[in-house]
């Protein structure tokens, strides 16, 4: 896996202060992407060892309120495992803190069965507070939404959805 950048101190990407992970590729390929860079898989560095230790340093600190996944798209097959070693650890070694995702996929295609659906995507969900899932569709752009640029868009909360077996948007 490979990564375009890792941004500290972020809040343009959910809740409070965070740190926010670029990933490298994309198939999805919208129009109007804001980083079509990172739709190429090889875009960036490579994700180490050295990487997650300096993620994990970082969001221990007390001002972060969690991490985000974004890109590129972090839920691509070939992203699958890096992503769920990372949150792994992070949901071990500092359960405290919430993470939000961002995928071009929809939340109902990733569910068992779903055409999204790849030997880690389950185990990720159950790591995920929320997830802002749809693809970007440049004609519903909207600078006026909370943490998404399109109107098709949503700000799904994981946890309850998982539970209750149907989509559970956040109001925010």
């Given at each position: 896996?490979?990564?375009?950048?890792i941004k500290?101190?972020?809040?343009?990407?959910?809740?409070g202060?965070r740190?926010?992970?670029?990933?490298?590729?994309c198939?999805?390929?919208c129009?109007?992407?804001?980083?079509?860079?990172?739709?190429?898989?090889?875009?960036?560095e490579?994700?180490?060892?050295?990487t997650?230790?300096?993620i994990?340093?970082e969001l221990g600190?007390?001002?972060?309120?969690?991490?985000?996944?974004?890109?590129?798209?972090?839920?691509e097959?070939?992203?699958q495992?890096?992503?769920?070693?990372?949150?792994?650890?992070?949901?071990k070694?500092?359960?405290a803190?919430?993470?939000?995702l961002?995928?071009?996929?929809?939340?109902?295609?990733?569910?068992p069965?779903?055409?999204?659906?790849?030997?880690?995507?389950?185990?990720?969900l159950?790591?995920?507070?929320?997830l802002v899932?749809?693809?970007f569709?440049?004609?519903k752009?909207?600078?006026?939404?909370k943490?998404?640029?399109?109107?098709n868009?949503?700000?799904?909360d994981?946890?309850?959805?998982?539970?209750e077996?149907?989509?559970?948007l956040l109001?925010?």
């Amino acid at each position: 896996m490979n990564y375009g950048n890792i941004k500290k101190n972020d809040i343009a990407n959910g809740l409070g202060v965070r740190i926010s992970l670029f990933v490298s590729g994309c198939t999805n390929k919208c129009k109007g992407c804001f980083q079509p860079e990172t739709w190429d898989p090889a875009y960036g560095e490579e994700f180490t060892q050295e990487t997650e230790e300096e993620i994990l340093a970082e969001l221990g600190k007390p001002w972060y309120q969690g991490i985000t996944l974004l890109g590129g798209e972090p839920l691509e097959p070939y992203n699958q495992e890096g992503i769920a070693r990372l949150l792994r650890r992070i949901k071990k070694e500092l359960p405290a803190k919430d993470v939000w995702l961002y995928t071009g996929n929809l939340f109902e295609d990733m569910l068992p069965g779903g055409f999204r659906c790849y030997s880690h995507t389950q185990e990720l969900l159950s790591y995920l507070d929320v997830l802002v899932d749809g693809r970007f569709v440049e004609e519903k752009k909207n600078i006026r939404l909370k943490f998404r640029g399109s109107e098709n868009q949503r700000v799904i909360d994981v946890k309850k959805s998982l539970t209750e077996g149907s989509v559970c948007l956040l109001d925010l």
